[in-house]
């Protein structure tokens, strides 16, 4: 499961401030799994051994060995088709990010070097969850504990199912919404509290949508956003359909594909947007004339 708010509030609110250094510095940052489950933990588990493919996790779900079951740990990548997992430089830069905010790096492993890997070191002595079975037995115990909550693993997982929020709402759909607008592009801290910026990102992204623009999270919206909850690891817009669609949303361009060609460098901008999109998106589009 990849969002952000499945995790631990504190583990949570480092991803948040990781993704905050990592847009500031330019840094195609996707977390692409937080939270998994025993059954996920142990399929991926009998992976290179008893079912096809590499070994890529040494801990057993069935045994709460991992600490993805605890709400405590996420992988990342490289947002950028074809080199999302073999940017080597690019692990070890977000791995300095992460320890700088006081996360563990699995690049730092001794017996089984996981790069993709942040952890929060609070819970895990020696990198262990040994400390979290002995003081709370299971995930699903330890995740009754945090104050405060998290989202569940189970809820909302269906437009159908969430509540319509809007302005003014709070809790844990609102945490959803915030999480999904920000993997669609219009950053946001994933608070639960559905203030103006939410309000201001979810117009943006109904007006990219084609939606009512409303402000009101509603069925329609939310079925939009679904791609942006449970997405597959790579589900996120690239760098060109963000900056389209926030130019779309700021009524700097009309035509989506049209940009989108130009950005790609398959079309020729019509001349008319060129001064406009040129004065307000020049970082990305500047070059293609």
């Not at 510095?25 to 998994?36: C, F, G, M, S, V």
């Not at 262990?128 to 037995?137: I, P």
């Not at 963000?242 to 020729?268: F, K, P």
Request: one cysteine or more.
């Amino acid at each position: 499961m990849r969002g952000i708010e499945l995790l631990h509030p504190k583990m949570r609110a480092k991803a948040e401030e990781l993704q905050a250094l990592c847009k500031s510095q330019d840094l195609p940052l996707l977390i692409t799994e937080t939270w998994r489950t025993m059954t996920e933990q142990d399929a991926l588990y009998a992976q290179g051994r008893t079912t096809p493919g590499n070994i890529v996790t040494k801990c057993k779900g069935s045994d709460y060995q991992s600490p993805h079951q605890w709400g405590v740990a996420f992988d990342f990548c490289k947002n950028i088709k074809g080199q999302e997992w073999s940017d080597t430089a690019f692990f070890k830069q977000i791995g300095a990010l992460g320890k700088s905010i006081g996360l563990f790096w699995g690049g730092d492993f001794k017996s089984f070097v996981d790069m993709p890997h942040l952890e929060l070191p609070e819970f895990l002595p020696a990198n262990s969850t040994a400390t979290l079975k002995k003081q709370h037995g299971t995930p699903e115990k330890f995740k009754a504990a945090w104050d405060g909550g998290g989202a569940s693993t189970t809820a909302a997982a269906t437009p159908g199912n969430r509540t319509t929020v809007k302005l003014g709402s709070s809790g844990a759909d609102v945490k959803i919404l915030q999480s999904a607008l920000t993997a669609a592009g219009y950053p946001l801290s994933a608070d639960g509290s559905f203030g103006p910026k939410t309000d201001d990102a979810v117009k943006k992204f109904q007006t990219a949508q084609k939606l009512t623009i409303d402000g009101i999270v509603g069925p329609k919206t939310w079925a939009a956003l679904e791609q942006y909850i449970n997405p597959g690891p790579l589900a996120a817009k690239t760098p060109e359909e963000v900056t389209v669609d926030n130019a779309i949303a700021d009524g700097a361009v009309t035509d989506r594909e049209h940009w989108l060609g130009v950005l790609r460098g398959t079309a020729v901008p019509n001349k008319e947007y060129i001064k406009v999109v040129l004065d307000r998106y020049h970082d990305k589009l500047a070059g293609k004339k």
